[in-house]
């Protein structure tokens, strides 16, 4: 079995110790125009986070008496933990929930961005080396953005959680091209894209909605590089690399669902508002039940129901492992479902914008990322 599971011409990988394999002559004149047309879109959705023209970071907020998010889409304060908190703290506590949250996008945007400039060492591709060579590019830019913003806010951001953590270093580390791209072009991404489209949606700071469009406008590419891949590998595997692929997206999907906004992901922050973690996971795991988690699925914006979507589009789902995501959503109205992501609409308006602002165009033929 190739460990890389590429079977298109594209995204053939050379060996991370095999520099000399990127030096081949032959090489570079063998570029897919696959990746053209998001290589090309890099100009419309252009920005810049040190200048204030695109962002300003210097926009106030009052983190004692505004809530950065409604009170009802913390996790946290639909539980028993609520009744332990006076309005002040469940103030603070909502805005500190939000710090763990722009920091865990911090530290998935630096994962990302070691991880694309990894894929610049081994795609033998030019035109997928350009694209990933772009994409680390603008990851670079995302890093920066999210940690002024936390700079802004609170100062610094707070370590990550062991449940992302483990899975970035895994995704990094990896040797295996499929591996870095259904990882991060598609479960990280699609939990991203579902997380901005969120802030977008919900958040009560503006400079924090703003943030997430123009970052939306870089990452619904980014999404497109991993689909293209999908669409070229996934109906040329042979059942033993198409069951490890599904097994271990299933396993991840799992693993973040159980874990990434579980109370023990949060210790430091209880033990500052005086609340037992033990305690508070137990008073977790009685008020999220698989049936309440379920209905949260419901929303569009939910990560998790924009992950699913996200693996079942790109044929990484079959009736091998349906059952796992089928217990929280829908698989058949997801099915039914547009092959269009939840932030598509709210990034072509950013591209719109981004492109008026950099020369006064307008968009004849308006960029669009419904997949091809």
């Given at each position: 079995?190739?460990?890389?599971?590429?079977?298109?011409?594209?995204?053939?990988?050379?060996?991370?110790?095999?520099?000399?394999?990127?030096?081949?002559?032959?090489?570079?004149?063998?570029?897919?125009?696959?990746?053209?047309?998001?290589?090309?879109?890099?100009?419309?959705?252009?920005?810049?986070?040190?200048?204030?023209?695109?962002?300003?970071?210097?926009?106030?907020?009052?983190l004692e008496n505004q809530y950065l998010m409604p009170p009802h889409m913390n996790l946290e304060l639909q539980t028993a933990i609520a009744d332990k908190l006076d309005?002040?703290?469940?103030?603070?506590?909502?805005?500190?929930?939000?710090?763990?949250?722009?920091?865990?996008?911090?530290?998935?945007?630096?994962?990302?961005?070691?991880?694309?400039?990894?894929?610049?060492?081994?795609?033998?591709?030019?035109?997928?080396?350009?694209?990933?060579?772009?994409?680390?590019?603008?990851?670079?830019?995302?890093?920066?953005?999210?940690?002024k913003y936390i700079t802004a806010r609170w100062g610094k951001p707070i370590p990550v959680g062991p449940a992302l953590g483990n899975l970035l270093v895994e995704m990094?580390?990896?040797?295996?091209?499929?591996?870095?791209?259904?990882?991060?072009?598609?479960?990280?991404?699609?939990?991203?894209?579902?997380?901005?489209?969120?802030?977008?949606?919900?958040?009560?700071?503006?400079?924090?909605?703003?943030?997430?469009?123009?970052?939306?406008?870089?990452?619904?590419?980014?999404?497109?590089?991993?689909?293209?891949?999908?669409?070229?590998?996934?109906?040329?595997?042979?059942?033993?690399?198409?069951?490890?692929?599904?097994?271990?997206?299933?396993?991840?999907?799992?693993?973040?669902?159980?874990?990434?906004?579980?109370?023990?992901?949060?210790?430091?922050?209880?033990?500052?508002?005086?609340?037992?973690?033990?305690?508070?996971?137990?008073?977790?795991?009685?008020?999220?039940?698989?049936?309440?988690?379920?209905?949260?699925?419901?929303?569009?914006?939910?990560?998790?129901?924009?992950?699913?979507?996200?693996?079942?589009?790109?044929?990484?789902?079959?009736?091998?492992?349906?059952?796992?995501?089928?217990?929280?959503?829908?698989?058949?109205?997801?099915?039914?479902?547009?092959?269009?992501?939840?932030?598509?609409?709210?990034?072509?308006?950013?591209?719109?914008?981004?492109?008026?602002?950099?020369?006064?165009?307008?968009?004849?033929?308006?960029?669009?990322?419904?997949?091809?």
């Amino acid at each position: 079995m190739d460990r890389n599971i590429t079977k298109d011409p594209a995204y053939d990988a050379a060996d991370p110790h095999d520099f000399p394999a990127m030096l081949e002559v032959e090489r570079y004149g063998k570029r897919s125009t696959a990746f053209d047309k998001i290589i090309s879109a890099t100009h419309d959705h252009f920005w810049d986070p040190l200048d204030k023209k695109y962002i300003d970071f210097t926009a106030p907020w009052d983190l004692e008496n505004q809530y950065l998010m409604p009170p009802h889409m913390n996790l946290e304060l639909q539980t028993a933990i609520a009744d332990k908190l006076d309005e002040q703290q469940k103030i603070r506590w909502v805005n500190d929930s939000v710090l763990f949250s722009m920091s865990s996008i911090l530290h998935g945007e630096q994962g990302a961005l070691a991880l694309s400039a990894s894929l610049c060492h081994i795609l033998k591709d030019p035109g997928a080396q350009e694209y990933a060579a772009n994409q680390t590019r603008e990851e670079a830019r995302h890093v920066t953005a999210f940690s002024k913003y936390i700079t802004a806010r609170w100062g610094k951001p707070i370590p990550v959680g062991p449940a992302l953590g483990n899975l970035l270093v895994e995704m990094v580390g990896s040797p295996y091209v499929w591996k870095k791209l259904v990882g991060m072009q598609m479960l990280v991404e699609g939990l991203a894209m579902g997380a901005f489209a969120t802030f977008y949606t919900y958040a009560n700071d503006p400079l924090l909605k703003q943030l997430c469009q123009l970052v939306m406008t870089d990452e619904a590419f980014h999404h497109k590089f991993g689909k293209i891949w999908a669409d070229r590998t996934i109906p040329k595997l042979s059942a033993e690399e198409r069951n490890k692929i599904e097994d271990w997206a299933a396993e991840v999907f799992t693993g973040l669902l159980r874990n990434l906004g579980s109370p023990d992901q949060k210790t430091k922050q209880f033990i500052k508002f005086g609340i037992d973690p033990a305690w508070a996971q137990a008073a977790f795991m009685e008020a999220f039940t698989d049936a309440k988690i379920r209905k949260r699925l419901e929303d569009s914006t939910s990560i998790f129901r924009v992950l699913i979507k996200t693996l079942l589009k790109a044929g990484i789902i079959t009736d091998r492992t349906r059952a796992t995501y089928a217990a929280f959503v829908d698989m058949a109205e997801l099915h039914a479902e547009s092959d269009r992501m939840v932030g598509d609409d709210i990034a072509e308006e950013g591209i719109k914008y981004l492109m008026q602002l950099n020369g006064g165009r307008t968009l004849v033929t308006p960029t669009t990322l419904a997949a091809e």
